[in-house]
């Protein structure tokens, strides 16, 4: 199994401010990673898949990065809505997830 | 738009089945690609992957539930469903169904999610 390590578990944001969040998988995936958001009692929605590739209706202040072990999902200036749980998806194998980033207001 | 619409309930008792559905909508769910997924969260934990069938009837499960699960397809009413057996505490989490797509020639990314069903194991 990979397992998908994400820091930090809590990232303060203020609105506009950038936010950065890191994705660590225990071995080497490729650019088979997707990014999530995950809203309290919303379903998870997709944002980004390829490591680096917008999913379809995704504003590009939303961006990825990274192949091989080692990811980052950056927030270039974060929004009101933008806060909540951010999670990591590796695919090389059967799919695994991060335990998330929570986004909140600072 | 596609949309799933979970159905199922809430409560199982330990030993017994839980059944979920998933009823697809806005697209068709004998589609060529897809993957038709169920993933889970327990309170507290991250997602954990449970399985999927595809389009053609082929499964995949995680290997540490394959003993106990199945999943479905009734093309003809346009649903997939789980069957996760011999439940216990452990079980209990947020259940949501997906559709997956194989992407990059590697796996299987979640564009589209259902609104998710708490189950909860308890006598």
């Known amino acids: 199994e990979i397992v998908m390590t994400q820091s930090p578990v809590t990232l303060s944001v203020s609105p506009g401010e950038r936010a950065t969040l890191s994705c660590r998988a225990s071995?080497?995936?490729?650019?088979?990673l997707a990014w999530y958001q995950h809203k309290p009692d919303q379903a998870p929605r997709l944002l980004i898949h390829?490591?680096?590739t917008r999913a379809s209706g995704i504003p590009a202040r939303f961006s990825g990065s990274g192949s091989g072990t080692e990811f980052t999902l950056t927030i270039s200036s974060l929004q009101s809505e933008d806060f909540g749980v951010y999670c990591c998806?590796?695919?090389?194998?059967?799919?695994?997830f991060g335990q998330g980033t929570k986004v909140e207001i600072k | 738009q596609v949309q799933l619409q979970q159905s199922g309930p809430g409560l199982v008792k330990p030993s017994q089945t839980l059944s979920l559905n998933c009823n697809v909508s806005?697209?068709?769910?004998?589609?060529?690609?897809?993957?038709w997924t169920w993933i889970r969260q327990p309170a507290g934990k991250g997602l954990e992957w449970i399985g999927h069938?595809?389009?053609?009837?082929?499964?995949y499960y995680n290997p540490s539930l394959k003993s106990r699960v199945t999943i479905s397809v009734d093309t003809s009413k346009t649903q997939f469903s789980l069957n996760l057996r011999s439940v216990t505490a452990a079980d209990t989490a947020m259940y949501y169904c997906?559709?997956?797509?194989?992407?990059?020639?590697?796996?299987?990314?979640?564009?589209?999610w259902g609104q998710g069903t708490l189950v909860t194991v308890s006598s």
């Open positions: 997906a559709r997956g797509a194989f992407t990059g020639s590697a796996g299987w990314v979640f564009h589209y």
């Open positions: 806005g697209g068709s769910i004998s589609s060529d690609n897809y993957y």
């Open positions: 069938i595809s389009t053609s009837g082929s499964n």
């Open positions: 071995q080497n995936i490729r650019s088979n």
């Open positions: 390829g490591a680096s």
């Open positions: 998806q590796q695919y090389n194998t059967w799919p695994t």
